[in-house]
């Protein structure tokens, strides 16, 4: 049997240190108590373990060594993601990851220096605008028009994720010459946030952005699908994130029904939630590969090599699909205690769920990966 196609996903020293030192700030921190405390506050920010990320390098782990980052790659963002994921922590370092990879790829060096040393010192966070009503993210509706020596961008954004503490948004636009990509200052003139409600009670923001004026250093170096190779590395960091929410919930659930009595026996003893909990194992196991997988040839691409786009949508399907069962089961082998807020089961479920929409739930997925299999011609290799 030949092994051509089989893919070691082991991590190797650096990354299993990576892991290990994030798994235990995350954990050490971010208690029940701790995580209630900054969820009663408006910021939904918590800000003293970001400081400790940034502290230990976390923060710039995958950031180039010339703006004071790590020099490790996409993967090992990843799965800084993914111990985030584990301890659902307050922290929006998707967002300010996401912006700041890219702009790590294709930003100038002057703009390399003026945003990405206070991502990895902690003292700036970033944030993406990739959703709008009715438009794919890859084909954004927003749009830039030339204005003297800059550019005057004017559109909708939804669900923005820590618009009210980001210092800029990492804008997609269109523009006469095509997509183009734009670092929009959050407190530039033109830029309205209205808070949005969502899942797990994070602030996200419908952002207007009314013939908003930025220069031409604004505009990140044009390269040909630049708003793709954001949306792809975005989606797999939902993913990543969803991996983790999902093992950690999966693992209390267990522990519950093991200890949980119902007629003298443990629920765990008893054959339906035997197979309840077997299926929330494989859908964890299909999250974490499918994302492992995504993540690995991310990370070994450069900006000019195509990556297989059925890999990212396979990812995202299970992030969806069985991050979404694994919840549901979580809850339902709780009993009521699943919706106790002192307890921890629900910030797990309500994470699913969020995780579950961003960037296009199961359905769509599928859907795109129909497209792609109809466009391959029969017995393409």
Known sequence: MSNEHVMDFALNDEQTAIVELARRILTDRCTLEHLKEVEAGVEWFDRDTWAELAKSGLLGIALPESVGGGGFGYLEAALLLEEVGRTVAPIPLWATLTAALTIAEFGTDAQQQQWLP????????????????????????????????????????????????????LVPARTPDGTRLFIVPADAAGVTAERQDTFNHEPQFHVVLDGVAVGADAALPVHADQVGWLVDRATVGLCALASGVGEVGMRITAGYVAERKQFGKALGTF???????????????????????????????????AVDPKIIAVAKYWASYSGSRIGHADLHLHGGISIDLDYAIHRYFLWSKQLEYTLGAATPQLARLGRFLADEPVGAA
Do not use: N
């Open 118 to 169: 206070g991502v990895a010192d902690g003292g700036t966070v970033l944030t993406v605008a990739l959703s709008e009503l009715d438009a794919d993210a890859r084909v954004p509706q927003a749009t830039a028009t030339p204005a003297g020596d800059g550019w005057t961008i004017t559109g909708v954004k939804t669900t923005v994720p820590a618009a009210h503490v980001a210092a800029a948004v």
């Open 271 to 305: 054959q339906a939630v035997c197979h309840r909990m077997a299926d929330c194992y494989v859908d964890a196991a299909a999250i974490r590969l499918s994302f492992l997988q995504a993540a690995t040839q991310l990370a070994d691409a450069s900006a000019d090599d």
